[in-house]
Each structure stands twice: as C-alpha cells, then as structure tokens.
C-alpha cells in the first residue's frame, strides 16, 4: 500500500430491499484496486433477503459491516452510516449501482490532490442502455456536460448537479458542514447546497466513476421525497436562503416551472415579477429587464443551445454573472 493513501476510505450505503442487486454491486467494490476500505451498510428494515446476503458478505470479508438504521429512511440511515465509519475519506454508493474499475483509486487520488474543502465526483453512465428513456439520457449528458465544465455551482438551482453515489470528501469536511444531520429531502440535493452554503469546492475527475442502475423499482421513481415537486420547492427555498439579496426576483417564461417559483417566492414575501419570454430570439423580451437595478433573475426556460447562447450574450451586456445575478431553473 502506498504511503500517500488515506489510512482507511468509509464506503457508506443504506439499503433497503435490494437483494438482486447487491453481489453485483458489492462484486464491484471488492475487484477495486484500491483496497484500503470499509463498507458500512445500514439496512433500513428491509423486508427481503437483503441483511442475510450482507451478513453472508460480512462473514467472508472483515472490511465489510452491517447495521441497523436506528430510524426510517435514508437521512437517519446515512448519520448512522457516518457515525459508525472510521474512514479519513467518505464516499457514497447506492446497492443497486455499480462502481467502474478504478473508481476508488481516481477519486481518492483526485482527493489527496485537492485542497481541504474540496468535493471530488466524476462522470456516470446509466445502465442498461436500451432501457433509458430520453429524460434520463437526457440528464446523464446533462450532468456530464456540468462535471466536464466543473460549472456545479453555476447550474446550481436547474437540478441536483451531483449523483448520490458520486462523490467523495474528507470526513473532517463532511462533519464541519453537519454531515447529514438535519437534511430535508430530496437529502441528495440538500447535500449540495451543503457543501455549496460553507463554501466547498467540487472537483471532477473526467472518467465515468459511476455505473448508476435504472429501473422501477428505484426510490427516487417512487417516492414522494423524489417528485419533481420536490426537488423545486427545495431549490426555490435553498434560493431564497442562501442567493437572495433582497431586492426582489425576476423570472423569466410564463410556464409551469415560472408559475411555481412564482407561488414559493410570493410565499416568502418576495416580490416577483414575470416576464414573458418567447421561444423565438427575436421576440424575446430583453429590454425589460434594463429597468431593475441589480436583478437577480431565474430563467424559467431552457430553450436551445444557439438561444441559451443569445440571451447569456444579452445578460452579460447588462453585466450580469451566471450562478450570480442570474440561474436557469
């Protein structure tokens, strides 16, 4: 073992009824050429033969522990995740994915080269291909395209800018910003704006270092924690908390995703003020907004690249910074 390797990486998991996956995912751990770990499982009352496969797992491989989420769900599963690790590092991993050969290696490289403070992922690639409809494959280029750009904090309020079974970090960092105490859900975008209120950086290393599994029976498919809905009252709140600066908030577009930022904003006592704006550049109604002094404006639209290009180029005439004076929701 090399004397620049962290003396122990935690790999935390809560699992819950996912028997069918778990050699498969497991397999792929144990075949890492990084071998400095320990698993800590958290079996989240599980149902089918998911604790006896883990407890099988733990009987042949002393890296390997199984525990009981003390509470219901994944936000108490990971604390105690967290509380039971004895890692330098801590990295996430779901029991139905799969981690890449060299995953570990890459990131806890990536890691040891990086300032205190610093978040590392990479790209992903979801599987089985043929079964991907063309939103997931959408948002899997989508956040390779972020991870690529290293623009996270930029993309910030559009969607989670971090898979959940991606990223890893030192444990002094994770516990500075509260670990997973008091996470709302969905508790993986929580995270990020986490990591992004105490001012941590996010590195990515430009390799696929997630294999992230798609099918029905997913919890982010089914659960009501995972709705879109979801997700945009916590990233509009997130906004309203940690980017809003006082004086008012302008959006633009006039769909479903305007009206509901709209509704949340004017909850918090917010003014608001929408304007239209049309899919086509030249009817787009850029003038109005010369007439806010220091606008803080959420797009509400994400048309194509050639007129995401023409209103940067609009916005940043006017002075204004992406990921400061002005996000895509």
Not at 60 to 76: C, E
Not at 77 to 94: H, N, P, V, Y
Not at 243 to 267: D, N, P
Not at 311 to 319: F, K, V
Request: one cysteine or more; glycine letters at 6%.
């Amino acid at each position: 073992m090399s004397k620049n390797q962290p003396s122990l990486l935690s790999i935390i998991t809560p699992v819950k009824n996912s028997e069918k996956w778990l050699e498969e995912c497991i397999r792929s751990a144990v075949q890492q050429e990084f071998t400095n770990w320990e698993w800590i499982w958290v079996d989240d009352h599980s149902t089918d033969h998911s604790r006896y496969l883990l407890q099988k797992w733990a009987e042949k491989d002393p890296r390997i522990h199984l525990f009981s989420n003390p509470g219901q769900g994944i936000v108490p599963a990971l604390q105690k995740a967290l509380a039971e690790s004895k890692g330098q590092f801590i990295t996430r991993m779901d029991a139905d994915d799969l981690m890449p050969d060299g995953r570990l290696q890459k990131l806890v490289q990536a890691l040891q080269h990086s300032p205190r403070g610093t978040v590392v992922s990479g790209l992903l690639a979801y599987f089985p291909e043929q079964d991907l409809s063309p939103g997931y494959r959408s948002y899997q280029n989508w956040l390779n395209t972020v991870a690529l750009a290293q623009s996270f904090w930029k993309n910030l309020y559009r969607e989670c800018v971090i898979a959940s079974p991606n990223w890893m970090m030192r444990k002094t960092d994770l516990e500075k910003a509260g670990g997973f105490s008091g996470l709302e859900y969905p508790e993986d975008y929580d995270l990020v704006f986490r990591w992004f209120q105490n001012g941590f950086s996010i590195r990515a290393v430009p390799e696929v270092t997630l294999y992230w599994r798609e099918h029905p029976q997913r919890t982010s498919r089914n659960s009501p924690h995972y709705s879109q809905e979801a997700f945009f009252q916590l990233k509009v709140k997130r906004f309203v908390e940690l980017s809003y600066r006082g004086k008012g908030v302008q959006i633009w577009g006039t769909g479903r995703k305007a009206k509901m930022a709209q509704s949340i904003l004017e909850g918090f006592k917010i003014p608001v003020v929408v304007m239209g704006l049309s899919k086509h550049p030249q009817k787009l109604h850029y003038t109005a907004l010369r007439n806010y002094k220091d606008p803080q404006l959420l797009i509400a639209v994400y048309p194509s690249e050639k007129e995401r290009e023409e209103l940067q180029l609009y916005l940043r005439s006017l002075g204004l910074q992406e990921g400061v004076d002005h996000w895509f929701l």
